[in-house]
């Protein structure tokens, strides 16, 4: 530790900590452009002048590191003139065209000049005029005028990121940012270079002339489209969501930044597709009408058969009270125990091994075990990569795909279709194992903190996970789901269970005629259900259907009634993200139309079954871990091994599925413009071999009598025979086809296409 | 008796010396007073020689406004088509007429000179509804005959 003393005040701070950071610790803020935390000194705009006893001039304080006995001034006159000048120069050719920029009123050019600027510009020349409206993105516009050349955006894209997307062009008073060979910044996490940019310079395209500072709320909320649960926070604008901003967490050392599938989704509580008119039989109602409706018909169902006759799933989308309200409602009113989160993977993860994000911020060896980050949980792509700067990190890949990446790179081991836990089984047992595998053996068991991330998919991995953490000892072993849906931790903690096999009864039930009426609360079996098929013949037999949601589940014919609910950004509620966090996001926006929030549904659907629910109070924080789900004590585990599956027949492709939130994000009207076209996968070789144009063009994919067709991307890190696609494509819909059979494949057929076209 | 006649006389004397004097009455509707230019009355949104409002949609002087009786909705200029001077204009400018209390801070935070309050002052309207004028109202500022 080194004591120095600030402003007269005395502080000690851990060696190699900048001065600015160290004031900041004492509550002096020290004016800043290029600094930031997460990308370390640079040393560019020089605002953040202080005055050092014993060293001559000025020093930046965000490149200067402490140092034993340092006597530091962030006032007096000399550093009031040194900022007065940085500022003069940094209005020289800034356009101050504040009212019309959207970053007026939040902007630290504004607020640093008004604090130590001096109130007069004495350059009288015309300013540079330079490119207004460049477009960095489809999300992002940026003003060449405005930049102060902090250079904060380039060096988060190319370090931070490692996606060299933005650079410095010209030089001195010309130097302007652009992008690299003027082609459009692709990467899913460039919208935070909207949050770093301290001015008004790099804008969001969406909320461009939206709104100012003083006519929104800015609440804070975390990210509701995958399970990472980014904090942020979301800015409303007369009812309705207009912008998404990171939230920094300083004490959990979160930078608050977001992936560009969360940052521009939020206008789908606005989208046509939502739910907001309740509907009975396929015919609009009004609200209180088709309450009482479902409510009566409930009730007589209870009424002859027992409330075992109902059965609700729940996707798991609303917040934890919503779902303890649901809860409640499932048990007290209809009085039933067949209530589960419907899951889109059927693995189940051993709850005692659940890690945290601090885990993985400490692990020395991460295992991709079927997950790719960086397409299902962006963000946690970018705490991968903060985690390996920070020190060395071992990462494998173990997945019927390629996993680690340029920006991630790490050890792959593509393990045979479907085979995924089963190849780990064969490494934890240790026996006759080849050389890279055996590496592998060793390296999972003799890191010293290990994180998983696991996709879920192949629930025999489950206790192979258990088996692996036995193994280890006293090693610790963390594993992080990143499986959707996005809080069904949070329905754990509401008392729902989220084990696989529980909705998969209450499928078979309705399946089998057992159900009488199935409730389904933001859920969708036909699209979200590993097995589809199943899903299917249970909508077809039950005889009633009761959605409450925020989009209803095609096809909506099969619905006996809909029920709007309110949704993210609407109502005040936790949330737990894959962590087990469970983090408070406030309302912004109004529900609209005759959307409500769950509570208020259910109690509603009670007091029409003639059952009122008194909801008692509930603290979802009230646990013994505070703001973590609380997770059971560990068991002994068992090693297992996982069988083989048959010899595919030769000439058929196999087929391999994952998450990809752009895939699986609400609809939304923003992201439409980067829709991937292309969402299916295809090893260039075989792309050749079929024909496939560059990037890409559509296939067929064909199993028995089922034929689908959609648009597939040449991706070398699918292996040869192998088509890739991801969980909940409505074209194809991955949870309908049988992964052991494999699938014929052909280029689609240009004509029939058109006439599929409606 | 007597004493009252002459308080009577006396009142009336008064009033009688005062038909010679000039009149502060004003037969308002027919005769209006003038007032000084710089009187705080009705709104108007002013454009410049071509056309193009001076309005930008910054906002300000709904942020300013103490009544809160301001609500700006800015977007970007559709098309090639400026509406204002710059590529951000108001889309919905409303002034609340009933709430303002015609301080002029809003005229005094423009940074464009855009809203001033003219001296026009005949305010009734039959609803309240009418009492907020919209940008078409604020565009084609009135005129006190
Ligand atoms: S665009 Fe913004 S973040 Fe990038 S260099 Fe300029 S001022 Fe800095
Ligand atoms: S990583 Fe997930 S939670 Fe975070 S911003 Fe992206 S979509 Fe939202
Ligand atoms: S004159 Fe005053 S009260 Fe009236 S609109 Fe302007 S700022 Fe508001
Ligand atoms: S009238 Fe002036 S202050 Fe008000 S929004 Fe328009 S430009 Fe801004
Ligand atoms: S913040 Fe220190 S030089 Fe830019």
Known sequence: ?758 | MLSGFKAIANGLKTTLLMLKEPRDTIQYPEKRREYSPRFRGKHMLAQDEDGHELCVGCGLCEAVCPAHAIRVVAAGAPGSRPVSWTERYAVDYEVDLIRCIFCGMCEEACPTNAVRLTPFNELAAYSRLDMVADKEELLAPPVRN
């Open chain 1, 1 to 758: 530790m080194i004591q120095l003393s600030i402003d007269g005040r005395e502080i000690s701070v851990p060696e190699g900590t900048m001065v600015v950071d160290a004031a900041a610790k004492l509550g002096i803020e020290i004016p800043v452009y290029c600094y930031h935390q997460a990308l370390g000194p640079l040393g560019a705009c020089r605002i953040c002048l202080v005055e050092i006893e014993k060293m001559p001039k000025l020093q930046t304080a965000c490149t200067t590191a402490v140092r034993e006995g340092m006597v530091v001034h962030t006032g007096g006159p000399a550093v009031e003139k040194g900022r007065q000048g940085i500022l003069e120069f940094l209005l020289i050719n800034h356009p101050l065209d504040c009212p019309v920029c959207d970053k007026g009123g939040e902007c630290f050019l504004q607020d640093y000049s008004f604090w130590y600027g001096s109130g007069k510009n004495r350059f009288e020349e015309s300013k540079i005029q330079r490119q207004k409206d460049y477009p960095v993105s489809d999300y992002i516009l940026l003003d060449q005028e405005r930049c102060v050349l902090c250079q904060r955006c380039i060096r988060f894209l190319g370090e931070y990121v490692g996606e060299e997307q933005l650079m410095l062009e010209g030089r001195g008073v010309h130097t302007v940012v652009s992008t690299v060979e003027g082609q459009p910044a692709h990467s899913p996490y460039a919208g935070n270079v909207i949050d770093l940019c301290p001015v008004g310079a790099l804008l969001s395209e969406p909320y461009h002339f939206k709104a100012r500072p003083w006519n929104i709320e800015r609440e804070e909320t975390v990210c509701s489209v995958c399970p990472v649960g980014c904090a942020s926070l979301v800015t409303g604008r007369d009812g309705h969501p207009v912008r998404l901003e990171g939230r920094p967490q300083p004490d959990l050392d979160d930078y608050g930044f977001l992936c560009d599938h969360g940052r521009f989704t939020y206008d789908f509580v606005n989208h046509p597709a939502r739910l907001e008119q309740a509907f009975l039989d396929g015919k609009p109602a009004s609200a209180s009408a088709a309450v009482a409706a479902v409510g009566e018909r409930l009730a007589r169902v209870v009424e002859k058969s027992g409330g075992g006759a109902v059965a609700v799933l729940t996707g798991a989308v609303h917040t934890v009270e919503e779902e303890w309200a649901l809860a409640q409602f499932a048990r007290e009113s209809i009085g039933t125990s067949r209530l589960a989160v419907l899951k889109p993977v059927a693995g189940d993860l051993p709850l005692p091994l659940l890690g945290t994000y601090a885990d993985l911020a400490a692990a020395t060896g991460v295992l991709l075990l079927g997950a790719d980050p960086y397409e299902a949980v962006p963000v946690m792509h970018l705490k991968l990569r903060a985690a390996r700067r920070a020190h060395p990190v071992a990462v494998w890949g173990l997945g019927d795909r390629v996993l680690t990446r340029s920006t991630l790179p790490g050890e792959d081991f593509v393990a045979e279709p479907g085979q995924v836990a089963a190849r780990l089984g064969v490494v934890l047992g240790g026996e006759a194992l080849d050389g890279r595998w055996a590496e592998l053996r060793r390296g999972l068991l003799e890191t010293e903190r290990l994180v998983v991330l696991w996709d879920g998919a192949d629930p025999a991995a489950a206790a192979l996970l258990a088996a692996l953490a036995g193994q280890r000892g006293e090693r610790p072993t963390a594993v992080l789901p990143t499986h959707g849906p996005r809080n069904w931790l949070g329905a754990v903690r509401a008392g729902i269970s989220a084990e696989h096999a529980a909705a998969a009864r209450i499928l078979e039930d309705a399946a089998e005629g057992r159900l009488e009426a199935l409730i389904l609360l933001a859920a969708d079996p036909l699209r979200d259900f590993p097995d589809g098929d199943l899903a299917a013949r249970a909508l077809e037999r039950v005889p009633a259907v009761y959605f409450a949601g925020w989009f209803a589940p095609e096809p909506r014919h099969a619905l006996s009634a809909m029920l709007p609910t309110a949704a993210w950004a609407e109502v005040t509620g936790t949330y737990a993200n894959m962590e087990g966090r469970l983090q408070v996001a406030h309302g912004a926006a109004a529900a609209p139309g005759q959307a409500r929030p769950v509570r208020s549904l259910v109690t509603a659907l009670a007091r029409a079954m003639g059952h009122p629910l008194r909801l008692p109070d509930f603290d979802p924080f009230q646990d013994q871990d505070g703001d973590r789900i609380a997770r059971p004590a560990k068991q002994p585990a068992e090693s297992a091994g996982a069988p083989a599956r048959p010899a595919l027949p030769p000439g058929e492709w196999r087929v391999l599925t994952g998450d990809m939130v752009a895939v699986s994000h609400p609809p939304s009207e923003i992201a439409e413009r980067t829709r991937e076209p292309l969402p299916l996968r295809l090893h260039p070789h075989d792309a050749d071999e079929l024909g496939l144009g560059a990037p890409g063009g559509l296939i067929e994919v064909a199993q028995g009598e089922r034929r689908f067709v959609a648009g597939a991307r040449r991706d070398a890190r699918i292996p040869a025979g192998r088509v890739f696609i991801p969980r909940g494509l409505a074209d194809v819909p991955a949870n309908r086809l049988d992964h052991g059979a494999g699938v014929k494949i052909a280029l689609a057929d240009p004509v029939r296409e058109e006439v599929a076209a409606p």
